[in-house]
């Protein structure tokens, strides 16, 4: 079966600072991968998603970038962190079919401060 | 561009009255459409998807959303609500194979 990682679970992070957050997905190939933030009572904002390896599409300018260096494995950067950063980031998975849902980790919740 | 509108951002309940959750969507497109569920620091669970076929969708944990195209909407329905059900609740909908798009979420608070 497939299953998702995403990790830390949380972050606390000073302004300015790098960010690094790393989602793997297993037991599938090729997926759809995407990077997800959720502020709170602003539901679920699209930041980025990738189609393959090196395929990246954003969603909003921002100060966040995405990478997906292997077929499973997507990262969400920054190089240097804004409060306006802060918020919980979720990972998430689909299949290349039309009719799909998308499966998601656990989420990270990022504190900047 | 598909949108997904949910217009009551907190609905509250007492235990084992029924409960709907609004969603009204907006494509030019044939869409497919998604309920998702959140407890508190986690991630999305799916509650219900309609692909095609029947406009009358069972999901888990007792829920069900209707389809109405006339209207485009797919609201999400429970007949009795208990305590676990609080969470945020989410419609989506999805046009093509490559992103699904969110409402702003409802928070569900379910009181004794």
């Known amino acids: 079966s497939q299953t998702i990682h995403q990790w830390p679970a949380t972050l606390v992070q000073p302004v300015g600072s790098p960010l690094s957050l790393e989602c793997t997905v297993e037991?599938?190939?090729?997926?759809?991968l995407y990077w997800y933030r959720q502020a709170a009572g602003r539901g679920l904002q699209l930041l980025f998603y990738?189609?393959?390896?090196?395929?990246i599409s954003s969603e909003v300018p921002q100060n966040l970038s995405a990478s997906r260096p292997q077929d499973r494995q997507f990262i969400l950067s920054s190089k240097k962190l804004l409060l306006s950063d802060s918020g919980f980031y979720l990972c998430a998975w689909s299949l290349k079919t039309m009719n799909t849902e998308a499966f998601f980790g656990q989420g990270t919740r990022l504190t900047v401060v | 561009a598909q949108s997904v509108t949910q217009l009551d951002s907190q609905v509250p309940v007492f235990e084992e009255a029924p409960v709907e959750l609004r969603c009204n969507y907006s494509s030019s497109v044939s869409v497919y459409l998604f309920w998702y569920v959140q407890y508190p620091n986690q991630g999305l669970q799916l509650l219900l998807k309609y692909l095609s076929g029947s406009t009358l969708v069972k999901g888990i944990n007792g829920f069900e959303a209707e389809f109405n195209k006339s209207q485009t909407s797919f609201h999400l329905r429970k007949p009795s609500v208990h305590i676990s059900d609080t969470a945020e609740y989410f419609c989506a909908v999805s046009v093509g194979f490559q992103k699904l798009v969110f409402g702003t979420g409802t928070r569900l608070l379910v009181s004794p």
């Open positions: 037991g599938t190939s090729n997926p759809n």
């Open positions: 990738s189609v393959g390896i090196g395929q």
